[in-house]
């Protein structure tokens, strides 16, 4: 079984499957309403879900096994947590540890790069909302040496694309961990976690603006009409026009309670509809060609 975090839950009005808790007991019967008051006995206790959505079945959904070891996984995911558990407390989160991370992820990218036949063997498969931030630093910096930027443009990614997400921890707690839909105006509030990290970033973490800017700018649409600037083009940092990519890659193609992943091409095939409207399709296409898209095994024998 897979433990499940209380901000899993966040948005959600009910769930088509049980959830467990240490023991084995059923706590929340499939189809259950997600009420305050089931939200706080679960919030209260330790859950888990079932081998349907577990980490195997993620890592099972992608071609290729990650090649980043189970030890240096704990140690990124430990971080992470950490990070995240500390801005959720309102307490400063400590910039040894992103920076910790930031080196670890540029050495493994740096070791596994060349000898890896997709983006995808770069993930880790944990709890989401603490791999997510790990995976989209780490695919972000090989999309990042791909594209040719030099060590220091590197770092400044890695990290960037590290703390991209960290608003969401200063969302108000009431609309984080809301169990029903969000309302038009509570999703306007939740949307602001772009501009809440880019603050906490330049204002309690002390990075450079253009680091920050990852959080602030990875929900602008290259095309235009994304938030919460409604930028386009190269007005977008460019860091968070490498991070917006390897975040919906890592999205789609990671297991979430909520729905299964999908597998490398089906997300490739949904990000190329997307194109220009969403991605620099320049960065886009890069990134295409490191996520070996429909390199099937026959169709490589066909002639042979």
Known sequence: MRPILPLELVGNEKFDFDLYDDKGQIVYKKGETLTPGVL?????????????????????????????PDQVAKTLVSISKNILK???????????????ATEIILEEVSNN????????????????????????????TALGMSLGLDENELKELALGALLHDIGKMLVPKDILNKPAKLDAEE?????????????????????????????????????????????????????????AITDTYDALTSNRIYKRAIDSDKA???MLLEGSDRFNPYILDQFVKITDYKNKPDEENRDI
């Open 40 to 68: 706080i006995k679960l919030c209260s206790i330790k859950i888990f879900v079932k081998d349907e959505s577990t980490i195997a079945n993620n890592e099972k959904i992608l071609k290729y096994k990650s090649v980043i």
């Open 113 to 140: 790069l060349e000898k890896i036949d997709c983006i995808s063997q770069l993930k880790i498969f944990d709890e989401y909302t603490f791999s997510h931030t790990v995976n989209v630093s780490t695919m972000s």
């Open 187 to 243: 999703f306007e509030v939740m949307k602001s976690h772009s501009l809440l990290g880019y603050r906490y970033i330049l204002d309690n973490i002390n990075l450079p603006d253009k680091i920050a800017k990852v959080a602030l700018d990875h929900q602008e649409n290259y095309g235009g009409g994304g938030y919460p600037n409604g930028l386009k083009g190269t007005e977008i940092n460019f860091y968070a026009q490498i991070t």
């Open 86 to 100: 500390k801005i959720y407390s309102n307490e400063k989160p400590d910039l040894a540890g992103c920076n910790e």
């Open 268 to 270: 490739i095939d949904i």
